[in-house]
C-alpha cells in the first residue's frame, strides 16, 4: 500500500506483547493518515472480490470478505476507543468528520451491485453448497447486511439512504460530545460541614479528588459523574444541594445553546422513520427487531407493559414508606426525584439494619477484580495474569494475559476502572480485536481477542483504596461477563465472533455473570474490610442478601419508562416534539411524579449516541428473562459452580458468538426456552 509521510505503521502494525498496540507510540494526529490508508485499502479488496472473474463461491466472495477491511478494522478500534475512553478537542474534531466519512464508505460498499450480485448468487445457491452451520450463518449475515444497506433498492433510493446513513452518523457522533460536554463542565462546589451534612468519608474522598481534578481550587465537588452523583443524592442532608445536583444531571444535552439535543434527535427520528420505509418497513422499530429474538415491537411492548403493571405498583407501595419517612422528620413535601435515593437509604437502614455506608469498605475495587476473575476460573477455567510493565493507552488502565487450564494464552484483558472528565459516562465493553481462525493474509492463522472493559468508578486520592458501592461491584461483574463473551470465543469467521449476536441476546451473558456477585461464598471471600482485613460479617452478608430486591419497584420502573419511550419514538416516526412525545407516553403508562426516567431523552446515549439500542433498550429486560432462568440451572443443582453446567454454558452460549441461532444455543444449554417468572421472582415483583 502507498503511505504519506505522516502515516505512523504503529497505528495497524501491533508489535506489542501477544500483538498488543504499542498504545505510547500513537498520537492523535496519527489518525487522520491512517484512516486514509486504511480506507483506500479496503475500498481495492472490495474491488477486487467484486471484479473476481471466476464463478462466486463461498471462499473467494464470502471468505474474502471476512479477511477485508482488517487494516481499517485496526485503525476503527483504536480510534473509537480513544474518542470513548480519552477524548479531547483534537479527537472530538476528527470524530465528527470520520463518523460521516464511514458512512459514506460502508454505503457503497453495501451497495456495490457486482458484488452483492456474488452474494446473492451464493444465497439463492445455499442449500447446494454443502456449508456448515457457521458458514451459512455468516453467508446469511453478509447477505442480509447488504439488503438491509439498500443493496435491492433503486439507483435514486440507494443515494438517498446513503445520504440518511451519513447524516445520522454525524447526528450521532455530535449527540455524545453534546453530553460529555454538559457533564464535564458542571460542578456543585462545597464548603464547609454545612454542605457537608450527611456525606460519608468515602464521598469525600471521592469528591476532593474530583476538585483536585478540576480548575477552581475548590476542596469537594459534585460532579455528574455517576460514581459521584449518585452517593451524593443518597447520603446529603442538604435537599437543596440534592436538587440542584439532580437538576443538573436529568438536565443534559437540554440546556439550551451548542449542547443542546432537542434538535438532533428530532431530525434522527425523522431520518430513521424514512430510512425504514425506504426499505419496506413499517417503521424503524420493524427494521431494528427484524432479526432478534423479540421479532415485533408487540412482543416488545408486551414484556414490558407486563413488568411495568407490577413494577409500578411496587414503586406506589415504595413511595407510600418514603413518605411517612419524610413525615417522621416533620418536614412537609411530597416525595420528589431528588429525594427518593436519599430516603430510600434511610429506609433500608431501618428495614434490613444497615446502610451503603457501612457496606461499602467491605467492597474494595481490587478484590472485587479478584473475586471477578476467580469467579472466571471457577466457571470457565481460565485465570488473569497480570502484565504490570505493559503500557495501556491510559495510565489507569491495567492489562492481563488470560490463560485456560493448559496455560495457553487464549485473549487479552484491559481493564479502565476510574472516571475522567476525558471519558464519556458509563460502562461498556469493546474490543481491539475479535477471536477467529482464518488464515490472514500476512500468514498468521488466526487471532486471539484482546478486549477491554471501561467503568467510571470514584478513583480515590493518591494511596488510598478505591471503594465501590454493590451498583459499582455489579456494573464490573456486568462488563466483564461481555467480555468474557468476547474472550471464550470460538468461532472460524470473525463476523461472528464474541459479542456479535443479536441485540437482546447480547446482554444474556453479562447480566447472567452478575449473579455470581453476590454468591455467598464470593462475597464471604472477597467482601473484606478495607482496615481490618476481615471478611464481611454473617449478619451484615445475611442483611445484603435478604435486601436484593429492596427498591426494585423504583429500579424497575426507572428502567422501564425508558425502554417503553424508546419503543414509541420508533414506532410513531417523524416527530415534531420529542420532548412533548416523551411527556405523553409516560402520562398515558401513569408514570409517577417521584421519579424520572433513567435516560432522558436528551441524554439517551443507549439510543441517540449511535444507533446501537435504538429500538434495542428493552434488550437489557429481554435477556434479564433469560439470564434469571439461566443461573436458577445452577441454583437446581445446589451449587452455584456446578462443573456440568458452567460446562454446557462455555460451550453453547459463551463460546459459539453469533454461529448459532441464540434459541437454539439457549435450548442446547438449558433445554427449554424460559419464561418471564423466573426474572419476576428476581426482582420481587412475581406477586
Known amino acids: 500500500m502507498t503511505c504519506s509521510p505522516a502515516y505512523n505503521p504503529a497505528v495497524v502494525e501491533w508489535t506489542g506483547p501477544h500483538g498488543l498496540p504499542k498504545f505510547e507510540e500513537i498520537a492523535d494526529g496519527d489518525f487522520a493518515p491512517a484512516f486514509d490508508v486504511a480506507l483506500a485499502e479496503h475500498d481495492a479488496e472490495i474491488e477486487a472480490v467484486a471484479g473476481n472473474p471466476a464463478a462466486p463461491s463461498f471462499i473467494n466472495t464470502i471468505v474474502e470478505l471476512e479477511l477485508a477491511g482488517d487494516t481499517l478494522s485496526r485503525v476503527s478500534a483504536l480510534f473509537w476507543n480513544r474518542a470513548g475512553a480519552h477524548t479531547n478537542p483534537a479527537i472530538q474534531a476528527l470524530e465528527r468528520e470520520i463518523a460521516p466519512k464511514m458512512s459514506r464508505h460502508y454505503s457503497r460498499i453495501g451497495m456495490n451491485a457486482a458484488l452483492f450480485q456474488r452474494i446473492d448468487t451464493l444465497w439463492n445457491q445455499r442449500d447446494t453448497l454443502g456449508l456448515t452451520l457457521e458458514e451459512a450463518r455468516v453467508l446469511e449475515r453478509h447477505w442480509k447486511g447488504f439488503v438491509k444497506s439498500g443493496a435491492k433498492l433503486p439507483k435514486v433510493e440507494q443515494e438517498r439512504l446513503a445520504a440518511i446513513n451519513e447524516r445520522l452518523a454525524s447526528l450521532g457522533a455530535q449527540f455524545g460530545q453534546n453530553v460529555l460536554a454538559d457533564e464535564s463542565s458542571w460542578t456543585l462546589p462545597l464548603a464547609g460541614e454545612d454542605d457537608l451534612a450527611g456525606i460519608p468519608g468515602f464521598l469525600r474522598d471521592a469528591m476532593a479528588s474530583a476538585a483536585a481534578a478540576h480548575v477552581g481550587g475548590h476542596a469537594y465537588v459534585v460532579t455528574l459523574s455517576r460514581s459521584i452523583i449518585e452517593p451524593f443524592l443518597t447520603f446529603s442532608e442538604r435537599r437543596d444541594l440534592r436538587e440542584a445536583a439532580f437538576k443538573a444531571w436529568t438536565a443534559r444535552g437540554i440546556n439550551g445553546g451548542a449542547t443542546d439535543n432537542r434538535d438532533i434527535v428530532k431530525e434522527t427520528l425523522a431520518l430513521r422513520a424514512e430510512k425504514a420505509a425506504l426499505l419496506g418497513y413499517k417503521d424503524y422499530a420493524s427494521l431494528k427487531l427484524d432479526n432478534t429474538m423479540a421479532k415485533t415491537p408487540d412482543a416488545v411492548n408486551g414484556l414490558l407493559m407486563k413488568v411495568w403493571e407490577k413494577a409500578v405498583k411496587q414503586a406506589e407501595g415504595e413511595e407510600r414508606e418514603l413518605a411517612a419517612l419524610i413525615a417522621e422528620e416533620g418536614r412537609n413535601h411530597a416525595v420528589a426525584p431528588w429525594d427518593w435515593r436519599h430516603y430510600a437509604e434511610k429506609l433500608r437502614a431501618r428495614k434490613f439494619d444497615f446502610s451503603e455506608a457501612e457496606l461499602k469498605p467491605y467492597l474494595q475495587l481490587e478484590k472485587i477484580i479478584e473475586a471477578c476473575f476467580d469467579v472466571a476460573g471457577r466457571i470457565f477455567g481460565i485465570k488473569a495474569v497480570p502484565m504490570p510493565d505493559v503500557v495501556g493507552y491510559h495510565p489507569d488502565v491495567r492489562v492481563f494475559e488470560i490463560r485456560d487450564s493448559s496455560d495457553r494464552l487464549v485473549a487479552l484483558f484491559l481493564g479502565d476502572y476510574f472516571a475522567r472528565p476525558s471519558k464519556r459516562s458509563g460502562a461498556w465493553m469493546s474490543s481491539f480485536q475479535s477471536q477467529h481462525r482464518l488464515t490472514l493474509k500476512n500468514g498468521h492463522v488466526g487471532e486471539i481477542p484482546i478486549i477491554y472493559n471501561v467503568c467510571n468508578f470514584a478513583k480515590p486520592e493518591p494511596g488510598r483504596p478505591a471503594l465501590l458501592s454493590l451498583d459499582d461491584a455489579r456494573t464490573l461483574f456486568h462488563e466483564f461477563g461481555h467480555a468474557a463473551h468476547g474472550m471464550l470465543s470460538n468461532v472460524t469467521y470473525p463476523s461472528v465472533s464474541g459479542t456479535s449476536v443479536s441485540r437482546d441476546f447480547v446482554e444474556l451473558p453479562s447480566q447472567l455473570y452478575e449473579h455470581w456477585l453476590t454468591v455467598p461464598d464470593v462475597l464471604k471471600t472477597y467482601a473484606v474490610h478495607v482496615e481490618t482485613g476481615e471478611s464481611m460479617p454473617q449478619a451484615l452478608l445475611d442483611k445484603v442478601l435478604a435486601a436484593r430486591t429492596f427498591n426494585s419497584g423504583f429500579n424497575t420502573v426507572e428502567f422501564t419508562s425508558s425502554a417503553l419511550v424508546d419503543m414509541a419514538f420508533h414506532t410513531q416516526g417523524a416527530v415534531e416534539d420529542p420532548i412533548a412525545v416523551q411527556t405523553a407516553v409516560l402520562a398515558k403508562i401513569g408514570m409517577p411524579a417521584s421519579m424520572v426516567m433513567r435516560h432522558a431523552t436528551p441524554h439517551f446515549q443507549h439510543v441517540f449516541s449511535g444507533d446501537g439500542y435504538s429500538a434495542g433498550y428493552y434488550s437489557y429486560m429481554w ?42 444455543a439457549y435450548m442446547a444449554f438449558r433445554g427449554r426456552m424460559p419464561t418471564p417468572e423466573a426474572m419476576l421472582k428476581k426482582k420481587g415483583l412475581a406477586a
Do not use: H, Q
Not at 625 to 651: H, I, M, Q, W, Y
Not at 654 to 663: I, L, T
Open 623 to 664: 435477556s434479564e428473562v433469560l439470564d434469571a432462568d439461566a443461573f436458577s440451572a445452577f441454583e437446581e443443582t445446589g451449587n452455584a459452580f456446578d462443573p456440568e453446567t458452567a460446562r454446557k454454558l462455555k460451550e453453547n452460549i459463551y463460546s459459539v458468538g453469533g454461529s448459532v441461532d441464540p434459541e437454539e
